[in-house]
């Protein structure tokens, strides 16, 4: 680590030379500007470091060409669809976004392209996973990632063993397993196992639609029948029961990300542990379940005044600089590859088991606009299974319709 930071450093002193050289360029003046920036609410709280304020902070320091007055927003990277499309005009400049978004601030006009030197560091400093995430059906690159986007497995090691994670069956045989099928980001997982496609096999040909139907399809829903049925199943429901329960000893396992590992960690203790996703049987044959990936990341508002300025600071924020204090303020992951290999940030349960994941279970998640279409059906169907109205007797017929309701009703 202490490695990591001595380059960081040298780094820093090197973007601050040339940042130098380019205020004696302009006459010695720095250019005053105001730049609009939303994050969530976290990276901004005095108890967690202020790391959004003071990575701007010391981004203005290292471009004294520029003189910057940073306004705060509050915008969760999940909220910036709907936030940031609300007003485009009166968004701000520089915001985080979940990339499954993409398509719906693209279709608004709220990225602004990278290109040149900004979009060569992003392609040197991430994976092509990573890259995808931000890369729309035009080619363009649209955000700077910061950090990897899925869920995976939490469990008792005291429960199950590294082995016994691996099936779904195995793990309800031993103990009890909770996961939010009312939830498509985790329902989908069930019908991708089964061989179901979103937009074809990258997620990028809208023409293809989801498909999710006919006897694979069916097969699935039954499956999630029984599993509704299982004693030792629990849902999830709102990503709040299973972590709740594991506290207290009801819960041995359940499905959620890194943002959840410091809860995990402090309901678990020394038993805490957490893996990729397990596989599943239908029909007496293994499938893999597999989630949603994608990215969080930093884009620029095109109706921006100071683009230059805001695309600077867009890829500053994404920086390795920027990501190693994300994660050691709040424990976010990086993307990096230089931070994903260190041996410190390697050797964090979460942040291998979330690696581990988008390496070997997981699909790009779509962020084409008719994937809107997805999230309410998906909903619905999720709370028919729970609710016992889908049976063995009807599968055939609720998936279908779910599957015409998620493909905007066609």
């Not at 450093?9 to 720095?30: D, F, H, I, R, W």
């Not at 508002?301 to 890829?315: E, W, Y």
């Amino acid at each position: 680590m202490k490695k990591i930071l001595s380059l960081l450093l040298a780094g820093a002193m090197t973007v601050s030379l040339t940042a130098a050289c380019a205020s004696e360029q302009t006459g010695g003046e720095a250019e005053k500007m105001t730049l609009k920036v939303w994050g969530p609410s976290e990276d901004q709280d005095p108890a967690t470091g202020k790391w959004l304020q003071t990575t701007c902070e010391k981004f203005n320091q290292l471009n004294p060409q520029w003189d910057i007055t940073f306004e705060y927003g509050v915008c969760g990277e999940n909220d910036a669809g709907k936030k940031v499309t609300a007003d485009v005009t009166a968004a701000a400049d520089v915001y985080m976004y979940a990339s499954d978004q993409l398509g719906m601030l693209m279709d608004a006009q709220a990225l602004s392209q990278l290109g040149g030197q900004n979009l060569q560091a992003v392609k040197d400093n991430n994976s092509e996973a990573m890259i995808n995430a931000v890369t729309y059906t035009d080619g363009g690159v649209y955000g700077v990632p910061f950090s990897p986007n899925t869920w995976f497995l939490y469990y008792n090691k005291n429960t199950y063993t590294e082995e016994d994670v691996k099936s779904l069956e195995t793990m309800l045989q031993k103990g009890k397993v909770a996961m939010n099928v009312t939830d498509g980001w985790y329902l989908a997982s069930f019908y991708v196992a089964g061989g179901g496609t979103l937009f074809g096999n990258k997620g990028t040909d809208s023409g293809a639609g989801i498909q999710f139907g006919g006897d694979a399809g069916t097969a699935v829903t039954d499956y999630l029948v029984d599993l509704m049925a299982h004693p030792n199943f629990i849902n999830d429901k709102d990503n709040n029961v299973g972590l709740g329960l594991m506290t207290t000893g009801g819960c041995d396992a359940f499905f959620s990300g890194t943002w959840k590992a410091a809860d995990v960690k402090a309901a678990l203790g020394e038993n805490y542990a957490a893996a990729a996703l397990p596989a599943i049987t239908i029909n007496g044959e293994q499938k893999q379940l597999r989630s949603f990936a994608g990215a969080k990341a930093i884009g620029v508002n095109p109706n921006c005044k100071n683009q230059k300025a805001a695309t600077a600071l867009a890829v500053f924020l994404g920086s390795q600089e920027a990501q190693l204090a994300h994660y050691e303020l709040r424990g976010v992951a990086p993307c990096h590859p230089n931070l994903v290999a260190n041996e410190k940030i390697a050797a964090d349960i979460a942040v291998a088991a979330q690696a581990a994941t988008v390496a070997t279970t997981a699909v790009a998640q779509p962020s084409l606009p008719a994937m809107n279409d997805f999230w309410a059906p998906a909903v619905n169907f999720g709370n028919e299974l729970v609710n016992g109205t889908v049976t063995h007797a009807n599968a055939r017929e609720k998936t279908e319709a779910f599957v015409k309701a998620i493909n905007g009703g066609q």
